[in-house]
């Protein structure tokens, strides 16, 4: 398979894409439960942890003065940047006409939303009362309290609560024509269900001009609002005072992280869904070919952004700030600085080569790491500067404890499982959109046709140079 | 009375929550709200005693009982609870301050581990008991029909002063006792003993305030040693322009020595030597004349010359000069000499060597005042040091004491573990403890008597360094006793003077009317400006302190005969410091969690002990900060964990002292360990002191102990460059403040 | 902070950040500490914990970083470098101590980044902490760039006052429970007393009546506390105080990042002035004799 030069195969029946495609969503199979079982562990593991943590107090997660912050706030910023890459694949890559997006946009558009599910209990969870959690948001109080507009907490919250409804929107609307194509083959609850999600979707003209507009106009509003929604996750750092934090460049590097840790992600989850659903036919090497040299890219960008950050730094005049590089550098997390910068700097460029880009098991293994290093690096950006900044005699290393570990690996499960629920719920596999681009792909040649489904279908002008001179003849 | 109290916690929580936390909150007094067995009588809050008022607190006047001391105090007063101390201004031993130990008083009083009833030990096990089973058992031990009198008794205490002191004599003058030792572990005995023989007066007045150098061999005059809190007010205008000097030589840098603007390191035991250093480079660099010194002291100021005297002393030549500069130039000075250079066998001639600083300075009648003009020596402070404990041990050993009374102080605790006190204590038959808590001393007692804590009860105190104006100070109840089942120390003495002399004390119902009674017998020259006796208490009461005028009289100048020792380095390598600090004191503190909470200035370590090391010596063993040590002498082994800074000398290993508590309640129990312990009984020559400062050890490196951890605030030691503590010099300081 | 309230004071608000704060200031607590003459002592340490129920927490959760002390004194150990990589043997001028608490900065960074304004500042220029708004999210610490904040980890009230214990405990204040955080208030609830006193009385507040607990007790009277709202015109705040007194014999002005001092050497200082959060504590630098 690896000699495979085209996107996707151009001989590929409808009806076998649907067949295949809903095939995916029926009786789970025994690695599925496995699955389900492994998840609902692991979350339960982070429930135990926080209901001690709730009773008990902040403290049994080894959380102290200075150490406010641990791994709660380092992962929500990670779960935060896995979700980029759904927007990056539906909406950016939408608006740009990379077609080859089209076979794998709408797992990643549910991770996004189940990342942000996941990252959105992190800020609660670190909360010292998270019962009055709601206080940051403005809701009308006969008191006349507000929460602080000043606080990029409250960005946060705001940030969040949009993104998370406009990802959500979005995966759902793309989705309508596949929930039609789901209501026309299901049967019992599943029938009933997708009737009511699917709108009365018939497929008309009407209907797609429609839904194409909304489509377009839903991307354009996602992608600024991906790129605020970690650039205020990152003010929660650059707005402070403190060295290592109080850093200009960090809403680039904030979203550049993000978009690299959500590309990875994709590149996982791609192996996964391809292995266990057999989507060989769409989910195809040259797919994941690509994904890898977005992914390269991205993490170039991400380390030229930390090598500005490292030389302003060093060159800028902040003693303490340069004194805390040193420290990340040489210091007591050193090690995991290093491993950081190895994962997240060094290992991309094995994706150099084309062999390793089409090898489904060293991407496996290589997207993991490098998620690994995005997460490493997100409590290297939160750890060593609680733990040495402007006080010396706050100066103090700690390290989690089991709860705060448990929660961490327990959110992995939380994802995991709301991932598990929405392939057997949402084809994970844009079938219109994989019919639109075999189909596209097959009539390249006869260009006077796919313009004219084009301007029918009210979609964007086919890719590639022969569908442009198609349009001019 | 347990079910009266539950029911009436019940009666408040049907009052409703809601007010639970300000108007009801002294709930677990016995004071207002009664509730009998099926008939509740309900006193509303509206109507509550005259004085409560509810919300607003009210100050009284009382006086600290921490330490000797006597502190006066203010006490706020909120429906019925003492909240907070605060210093009486109106007392000139603090003027208004207090320090750590006066300000968790407070935890004394409200402490869980105090012993609310009377308890016997019978078969070995400790039974409660009521006071009037405890005193008809006294009756039975020490009363007349005991047949025992005179010296059979002993009582040993702390420090005691005013009017318990009369009691306390009477008592031991109705049995005819002459055994009252007073013990303090932490003193500054050689000190008065030197005082006494050189000035004609034990306690001479420190002029801190009036001093333009001051010169201190280990004293820790700040923190731990003669009156901290009086010296520390001085310090505050020592300190304003024209600023004085403070040259600190010790071997262990204490508080003070961390406020010094030149602390040297000292070997241990070499201060004598390096006081005659000194005065030999007063003679020979600056022409200061000796010739009215004795020949013997002469001749020992010039046998320590700078080379000789750096060899003994490590001190350099350079400091020793630049010391001698300062002493010469800026008068007038006060030298004074603590524990560190007192604990030694040679330790009397240390402070000696101190004095004669003085003398040859001319300090005497300037920075030190005679103390003399105290109207009432009956009322006055009775203190003492180690020897008191050494000599109680003797005559324990030769089995001369049927009863002994303990009050105040811990000497179980404070006693090395070579004195066997313990064992000594055993063949006693009858051992009598007045105590608020169960420590290590009450552990052994046949008897134990519950005291009210010093903010229950009555009593007056004199302090045993006075201030220029003489007082004595008021203590008076500011709440009602936690425990009925406990008495003032007043109180108990007189009971105990009631089985003996009844005819005489049977007149006062308690301590109180003993109180007010003598207050009447005060002179009239106390009692100008009050038209009544009535009135008279009440001013006193009211303002805390009685003034009893200024003191009068000058101090002699008397260089006795002394010889100065030079250190032995002999067998073990280190010599043991064990350090006083103020949190803890002797280990009294101990069970304060505020005062276990609160880091010790130096090493900032809490809840724990420690060992303190110069980084050389910590090299030479192999230790780095947090690592174990075990320390060794002849008599024993302790083990802690290291602090090492460049506030040692070399030679020297400090432990402070406090914890290490066998028993003491839950705050103070098994933590850390007491240096005290593994003290030699080698004794001061002169004053037959307990030498505690000259005890050699061995100190190796062990292993770490699990789950044992070295607790500190603070994480780095140094600034790294930030400008967080900035440093200016005196130059500066006089340029820009000089004539403030 | 009303929608009204932002509406109609907006240009205000607006301009807050120049003027420190949108306050009309009644008063500007400040103090002035002598490092002089502070010993190191803690007795301000004991008295802060008597004051403001300040839980004890322990040595395991003291080691764990849990301590509540609203005043720590930190102690440095600066030896001067002798050259040529010498340093001193010695500690020969003594230790140095800094008694740190909340410096109650006039541009606070723990108050803008509160999600639920739960720090705020008062028209007495205090730096408030609301426990009841508090949510616990710990920012305002991490912000705080001296690190003067304490967060309650756990419930203390069991563990930190077992009976009778608890009866000393101050009812001008609360017991803080867990997931709230902390700091010091300049012992509000006195300046509060004495300001309800002084209306009572229809006068003004007195200089020097009101006495935080750690000024109070103080041996060496190392710290001087007062109003120094009127440190260079008269107007409304307490008159003529002396902690104002010092701060303009100091020449050190509020809401300067960097002083300009006619006379350089006078020693008075704020911690981290140059980072521009404008704290109302004025050091004094400690003084040896060389």
Same mark, same amino acid.
Request: glycine residues 8%; contains cysteine; neutral net charge.
């Given at each position: ?13 409808? @009806? ?18 496995? %699955? ?114 000043? %606080? ?146 991205? #993490? ?174 | ?168 004599? /009477? ?5 005819? %006792? ?130 000789? #005297? /750096? ?89 001369? +004491? ?89 109180? @108990? ?46 001013? /006193? ?200 | ?45 004991? /008295? ?137 208030? +300049? ?104």
């Amino acid at each position: 398979m690896s000699d495979q030069h085209k996107d996707i195969n151009e001989d590929i029946r409808w @009806a076998k894409i649907n067949e295949d495609v809903l095939r995916s969503m029926e009786n789970p199979r025994m690695g599925y439960w496995v %699955s389900v079982v492994v998840c609902l562990a692991l979350l339960s593991l982070a429930v135990i942890a926080e209901v001690y943590q709730y009773n008990t107090g902040m403290g049994v997660a080894n959380l102290n003065w200075p150490q406010m912050w641990g791994l709660y706030i380092a992962t929500f910023i990670f779960w935060i940047g896995m979700s980029h890459s759904g927007t990056l694949l539906s909406a950016i890559l939408h608006i740009t006409h990379a077609d080859w997006r089209k076979p794998i946009y709408r797992f990643a558009e549910a991770m996004t939303t189940f990342t942000l599910m996941t990252a959105g209990l992190f800020p609660i969870i670190h909360l010292g009362r998270l019962w009055n959690m709601y206080w940051v948001l403005p809701y009308y109080s006969d008191r006349g309290i507000w929460p602080n507009f000043r %606080s990029p907490l409250v960005w946060d919250a705001f940030a969040i609560g949009t993104y998370l409804t406009s990802s959500a929107l979005f995966l759902y609307i793309g989705s309508i024509p596949d929930l039609a194509i789901c209501r026309d083959n299901a049967r019992g609850w599943r029938k009933k269900l997708y009737t009511a999600l699917s709108l009365g979707w018939r497929g008309d003209d009407r209907q797609w001009r429609h839904f194409r507009k909304a489509y377009l106009i839903m991307a354009c509003f996602l992608i600024p609002l991906a790129v605020s929604v970690h650039s205020i996750v990152s003010s929660d750092f650059a707005m402070s005072i403190m060295p290592g934090w109080h850093v200009t460049t960090f809403p680039p590097y904030f979203v550049a992280g993000a978009l690299y840790s959500g590309c990875a992600g994709i590149i996982t989850l791609f192996v996964l869904l391809r292995y266990y659903f057999r989507f060989e036919d769409y989910m195809t090497l040259p797919i994941l070919d690509k994904t890898c040299k977005l992914t390269f890219a991205i #993490a170039m960008v991400w380390t030229y952004l930390n090598l500005v950050e490292f030389s302003s730094v060093w060159y800028g005049h902040d003693m303490v700030a340069k004194e805390l590089l040193i420290d990340k550098f040489t210091g007591t997390y050193s090690p995991y600085f290093w491993a950081m910068l190895f994962l997240g700097s060094v290992v991309p460029f094995t994706m150099a080569f084309e062999k390793i880009r089409r090898s489904i098991s060293a991407m496996f293994v290589i997207s993991i790491l490098l998620n690994i290093g995005m997460w490493l690096d997100r409590w290297m950006i939160v750890g060593p500067t609680l733990s040495a900044s402007y006080e010396p005699f706050a100066f103090s290393v700690s390290w989690p404890s089991w709860v705060q570990w448990f929660i961490v690996i327990g959110s992995f499960g939380w994802f995991g499982l709301l991932f598990l629920v929405f392939v057997k719920v949402i084809p994970s596999v844009s079938m219109y959109e994989v019919k639109e681009m075999i189909f596209h792909r097959r009539h390249i040649a006869h260009k006077d046709i796919a313009s004219v489904m084009h301007r029918r279908a009210g979609d964007a002008k086919p890719s590639g140079e022969a569908g442009l001179e198609g349009v001019k003849s | 009375m347990s079910l009266d109290k539950m029911k009436r916690r019940e009666f408040l929580k049907v009052l409703g929550w809601g007010g639970v936390g300000t108007t009801l909150a002294g709930c677990d007094m016995p004071t207002t709200v009664t509730v009998q067995e099926g008939k509740e009588e309900v006193v509303a809050y509206l109507a509550p005693e005259e004085y409560v008022i509810p919300g607003i607190g009210v100050w009284y006047a009382t006086t600290c009982a921490q330490c000797g001391s006597g502190c006066g105090v203010h006490g706020r007063v909120r429906e019925g609870r003492v909240l907070k101390l605060e210093g009486n201004p109106e007392s000139q031993v603090n003027r208004g301050k207090l320090c750590p130990a006066g300000q968790a008083s407070l935890q004394a009083h409200y402490n869980p581990d105090r012993i609310t009833a009377p308890r016997v030990r019978r078969n070995g096990q400790f039974e409660q008991i009521s006071w009037e089973q405890a005193f008809a058992l006294l009756d039975e031990k020490a009363g007349p029909s005991s047949g025992l009198a005179g010296d059979r008794f002993a009582w040993v205490s702390d420090t005691v002063s005013g009017h318990q002191a009369v009691l306390l004599k /009477a008592w031991m003058d109705a049995i005819g %006792s002459r055994h009252h030792y007073v013990h303090e572990a932490v003193n500054d005995a050689v000190w008065r003993a030197v005082c006494r023989d050189m000035l004609g007066d034990e306690n001479p007045r420190l002029r801190v305030d009036k001093a333009r150098v001051i010169l201190s061999f280990g004293a820790d005059f700040l923190s731990t040693w003669g009156s901290p809190i009086h010296n520390s007010t001085q310090y505050s205008e020592f300190r304003t322009a024209p600023r004085g000097v403070l040259i600190q030589a010790e071997p262990k840098m204490t508080v003070t020595g961390a406020s010094a603007d030149l602390w040297v390191p000292v070997r241990p035991g070499a201060e004598g030597v390096l006081a005659l250093a000194i005065a030999n480079v007063l003679v020979s660099k600056h022409h200061r004349d000796i010739s009215s010194l004795p020949a013997e002291a002469q001749e020992q100021i010039r046998a320590y010359d700078l080379d000789n #005297a /750096a060899r003994i002393t490590g001190v350099t030549g350079e400091h020793i000069i630049r010391i001698a500069g300062l002493l010469n130039e800026r008068g007038p000075s006060l030298v004074l000499a603590g524990a560190s250079a007192a604990g030694h066998a040679r330790g009397y001639d240390s402070v000696a060597a101190a004095m004669l600083l003085n003398i040859m300075l001319g300090n005497v009648g300037k920075t030190l005042e005679s103390s003399a003009g105290f109207p009432f020596p009956q009322l006055a402070a009775k203190t003492g040091g180690n020897k008191e404990l050494l000599d109680f041990a003797a005559a324990l050993e030769s089995k001369s +004491f049927d009863v002994v009374f303990f009050s105040g102080t811990n000497p179980v605790y404070t006693a090395p573990e070579a004195l066997k006190l313990k064992d000594k204590l055993a063949v006693v038959p009858f051992k009598v403890a007045f105590t608020q808590f169960d420590d290590e001393t009450a552990q052994q007692a046949d008897l134990v008597l519950p005291l009210r804590s010093a903010l229950e009860d009555w009593g007056t105190h004199v302090p045993a360094a006075q201030p220029e104006q003489m007082q004595i100070n008021m203590q008076q109840p500011l709440m009602e006793p936690l425990y009925p089942e406990t008495r003032g120390f007043g109180d @108990a003495i007189l009971a105990l003077l009631k089985l003996r002399k009844a005819p005489q004390y049977s007149a006062y119902d308690d301590y109180y009317a003993y109180l007010r009674n003598a207050f009447a017998a005060l002179p009239a020259a106390l009692k100008l400006g009050t038209i009544s006796d009535q009135q008279f208490w009440t001013r /006193a009461v009211q303002k805390g302190v009685i003034e009893v005028g200024a003191g009068r009289g000058n101090l002699a100048t008397r260089v006795v005969s002394f010889t100065v020792a030079e250190p032995a380095e002999e067998g073990r390598p280190f010599t043991l410091v064990p350090s006083a600090g103020a949190n803890l004191r002797d280990g009294r503190y101990a069970n304060l969690p505020w005062l276990q909470e609160v880091p010790d200035p130096i090493s900032k370590v809490v809840w724990d002990s420690w060992a303190e090391l110069h980084p050389s010596a910590a090299a030479k063993i192999g230790v780095k900060t947090g690592d174990r040590v075990r320390i060794e002498s002849e008599h024993g082994a302790i083990e802690a964990k290291v602090y090492i800074y460049k506030g040692m000398h070399p030679d020297a290993i400090a432990v402070p002292l406090g914890q290490g508590h066998e028993a003491y309640g839950r705050y103070a129990q098994g933590r850390g360990v007491n240096p005290l312990k593994i003290l030699g009984l080698a004794t001061e020559t002169k004053t037959g002191e307990l030498a505690n400062h000259a005890t050699r050890v061995q100190v190796t490196r062990i292993a770490d102990k699990a789950g044992d951890k070295l607790v500190k605030l603070g994480g780095s030691e140094v600034q790294l460059g930030r400008k967080l503590v900035a440093t200016v010099t005196a130059d500066v300081f006089a340029r820009t403040e000089g004539e403030a | 902070m009303s929608l009204e309230n932002i509406l109609t004071n907006w240009s205000k608000y607006r301009k807050g950040a120049e003027e420190g704060g949108f306050h009309d200031y009644e008063h500007m607590w400040g103090r002035v500490i002598d490092l002089n003459k502070c010993t190191g002592c803690s007795a301000c340490v004991v /008295a802060c914990y008597a004051e403001n129920n300040l839980a004890v927490v322990g040595k395991d959760r003291f080691a764990d970083g849990h301590a509540m002390h609203w005043l720590r004194i930190e102690r440095y150990w600066d030896e001067p470098d002798l050259g040529e990589g010498r340093v001193a043997e010695f500690q020969h001028h003594g230790a140095s101590f800094l008694p740190m608490h909340c410096q109650q900065c006039n541009a606070a960074t723990c108050e803008p980044v509160c999600p639920v304004a739960a720090t705020y500042h008062t028209p007495d220029g205090l730096n408030a902490q609301v426990y009841n708004r508090c949510i616990g999210s710990r920012y305002c610490s991490n912000n705080c760039p001296y690190r003067l904040r304490y967060f309650n980890f756990f419930s203390y009230y069991e563990s930190s006052w077992p009976a009778p214990l608890h009866m000393q405990l101050n009812p001008d204040l609360t017991v803080r429970d867990k997931g709230v955080m902390e700091k010091c208030t +300049f012992c509000v609830q006195r300046i509060r007393a004495v300001k309800d006193k002084a209306k009572m009385q229809d006068r003004k507040v007195l200089d020097g009546e009101v006495q935080p607990a750690c000024v109070q007790t103080c041996p060496t009277s190392a710290m001087t506390f007062g109003d120094i709202l009127d440190m260079h015109s008269p107007g409304k705040g307490v008159e003529n105080t002396q902690a104002a007194a010092l701060w303009r014999k100091h020449q050190v002005e509020l809401g300067k990042a960097k002083q300009v001092k006619q006379d350089p050497e006078l020693r008075g200082y704020r911690v981290l002035e140059g980072l521009n959060t404008d704290p109302k504590v004025l050091f004094l630098e400690r003084v040896r004799e060389v």
